[in-house]
């Protein structure tokens, strides 16, 4: 084996410095307003889908750049270097909403939806969660649709949901044969100006703010039955595999998120001054930095592994087998690995890192969230061991 098969190639190495200069010029100099005011800034999914930064792993001929999961992943480890709250609102757009449609849908829906998804025209949301359905979110699941001729109508409500204050397209799971447990679900595609469609609350959270989350309600809401995606009553399967998909992409979050962190920990331990020389000459706060370098790089390995391997994966073998355990052995890896990296680094920046206003702060209030969304922790240990243990 040589080195060059355990890193990026030239090409996707040019790629994610490209999204990291997208990132640091343009993202980064939004970040402090949509953290202080949970600010939207209206015009950047038109900027990324001009810049081909949209629709990244749909073929060209819907508008999108036909790339795999491996690259969208470097674009977004790119993004979450410099502004991360953006980073999980591309992601919830391209990938939990467009690639979805792409992987599940009839060719109406993908011509219909997919063009304007790929421009950011439109802007896409995923609705599963609810008020009492999280991490069984499917047998837990309330939210209803009774068929009536060639309609659904919706009745229900979907919180914490990125995107859905902003959102103009939302793939939306529903119950249409109750009794059937975590089955008898159908995954719809919804515009949200239809009659019906409401979005009842915006809420202000303690990060990735300006990343806008909502609760959603669905009050006597007709949905078309050509816009269901997947099979009618078959969208657990749906869910299942968007799942592998969406937690091989959630990893780059954190890689992008504690290579920031990293370096901003080596400016300051290289600038601080205490007892007479920088903080960087002490052996303690060299060891936190060479920690954090190493989990830095296992994450960067580990999750572009892991997504190369989903690349090569369709979403009827998805939802099982070893790419569900590594799906969710990477993000949870990650994520963990963020948590430690962003832990030391605020230890590092001492007081500066406590103050609310610093770059670093910002970055640790982003470390729970990432420990919770696309199942958490817990949910993925779950899945791990059930899957090594059959």
């Excluded at 996707?12 to 200069?21: E, G, I, K, P």
């Excluded at 795999?68 to 992943?73: H, I, Y």
């Excluded at 939806?113 to 995923?126: N, Q, R």
């Excluded at 515009?191 to 309600?217: C, I, N, Y």
Aim: include cysteine.
């Amino acid at each position: 084996m040589t080195a060059s098969q355990f890193t990026l190639t030239a090409e996707q190495q040019s790629l994610l410095d490209h999204a990291d200069r997208f990132g640091r010029e343009q993202l980064l100099p939004l970040a402090a307003r949509m953290d202080n005011e949970e600010w939207w800034p209206q015009d950047v999914f038109k900027q990324f889908g001009e810049l081909g930064f949209l629709g990244v792993t749909i073929p060209e001929q819907y508008g999108g750049a036909g790339m795999s999961m491996l690259e969208a992943g470097l674009i977004l480890q790119g993004f979450s270097r410099w502004n991360h709250a953006l980073a999980l609102s591309w992601v919830a757009h391209d990938n939990l909403c467009a690639n979805n449609i792409y992987n599940n849908g009839s060719e109406y829906l993908r011509e219909k939806y997919l063009p304007k998804l790929c421009s950011g025209e439109w802007i896409g949301c995923l609705g599963l969660t609810e008020p009492g359905a999280g991490s069984d979110a499917l047998g837990s699941m309330r939210t209803k649709a009774v068929r009536d001729g060639d309609e659904y109508v919706l009745n229900g409500s979907k919180i914490y949901i990125t995107n859905g204050p902003v959102a103009d397209v939302c793939l939306v799971y529903a119950k249409t044969e109750p009794g059937k447990g975590s089955k008898g679900i159908t995954a719809f595609v919804v515009e949200t100006h239809w009659p019906g469609f409401k979005v009842a609350q915006k809420l202000d959270k303690m990060g990735f703010r300006g990343s806008q989350t909502a609760e959603l309600v669905f009050e006597d809401l007709r949905v078309p039955v050509a816009n269901i995606v997947g099979k009618e009553h078959q969208g657990h399967q749906v869910v299942m595999s968007g799942l592998d998909f969406e937690r091989s992409m959630i990893a780059p979050i954190n890689t992008g998120i504690a290579e920031r962190a990293l370096d901003l920990s080596i400016d300051y331990a290289g600038t601080r001054q205490q007892f007479g020389k920088p903080i960087a000459s002490f052996q303690m706060v060299q060891a936190r930095i060479a920690d954090m370098y190493v989990w830095v790089e296992t994450m960067k390995t580990f999750c572009w592994k892991v997504l190369a391997e989903v690349s090569e994966v369709d979403e009827t073998q998805a939802g099982r087998g070893e790419i569900h355990a590594r799906t969710a052995a990477s993000v949870m890896y990650c994520a963990d690995m963020c948590n430690k990296v962003l832990d030391n680094a605020v230890q590092v920046h001492g007081g500066t890192g406590y103050i609310w206003e610093s770059e670093i702060n910002r970055l640790f209030r982003s470390t729970k969230l990432l420990e919770i969304g696309a199942g958490t922790t817990e949910v993925r240990k779950m899945i791990i061991a059930g899957e090594l243990l059959k």
